[in-house]
Every structure is written in C-alpha cells, then in structure tokens.
C-alpha cells in the first residue's frame, strides 16, 4: 500500500519561503516519477514541479521557475519542494504525486498520469 503524507505548509508573508515535504512509504520515491500539484480554491489541480526516477532531473512550471527547487532525500525516502520569494498567487493546497507507471519515460503534468496522492497542505501567502 502506497501512501504520501505531505506537511510544512502554513502561512507566510509574501516574499517568505516554505519547505514542503511527501513522505511516502510502500514505493521507494527513487524508483518513480515524483510530482508537487497545487489546487487553488475554485480552480483546477495544476503541476507545480517534479523529479525523474533514478535520476536528478526537474522541471518546473514557469510561474515557480527560480523560486522552487524540488528534491529527493532517498534515505527518508522523502520528496521536499523549497518555495522561496512566495506570492499571493501561490497559496492553495500542495498536493504530493506518485506515478507507478514506468513507461514511458518523463515527468508527466497531468494529474490523470499519477497513482497516488497525499492528503494536501495548505500554503497561504498574505500581503
């Protein structure tokens, strides 16, 4: 049984930073497709970042490009996404994503292309 358990959302001021964190169990997180989602209220689940199984590589979507990192700790088996220089339009609920899927290859955007889902954290950035 998979399950991601996200935490470290709350609330900052703009310009502030966050670390969320998904910690999985049942699925190493460096054998699979890892994602961060967002969903604002009113608004659809969109693709925040994610990183490639047994390697390092990232993408990110444009409006968190050089504010975000997303990484992977494989000994806590944990995935962690860094927001810095946070923006009112930045809070919503973060979502923590797996895919099982192997094939094909990449990081996929559309949350239909992941299995599994944490519970959510709140973000919420105030002016």
């Known amino acids: 049984q998979v399950q991601l358990v996200e935490s470290g959302g709350g609330l900052v001021q703009v310009g502030g930073s966050l670390r969320l964190s998904c910690a999985a169990s049942?699925?190493?997180?460096?054998?699979?497709?890892m994602a961060w989602f967002r969903q604002a209220p009113g608004k659809e689940r969109d693709f925040v970042a994610g990183?490639?199984?047994?390697?390092?590589?990232?993408y990110y979507t444009d409006s968190v490009k050089g504010r975000s990192t997303i990484s992977r700790d494989n000994a806590k088996n944990t995935v962690y996404l860094q927001m810095n220089s946070l923006k009112p339009e930045d809070t919503a609920v973060y979502y923590c994503?797996?895919?099982?899927?192997?094939?094909?290859?990449?990081?996929?955007?559309?949350?239909?292309?992941?299995?599994?889902w944490g519970q959510g954290t709140q973000v919420t950035v105030s002016s």
């Open positions: 994503a797996l895919r099982e899927r192997l094939l094909p290859p990449g990081i996929y955007h559309r949350p239909l292309d992941y299995d599994y």
């Open positions: 990183i490639n199984r047994n390697e390092d590589s990232t």
């Open positions: 049942g699925r190493a997180v460096s054998t699979r497709v």
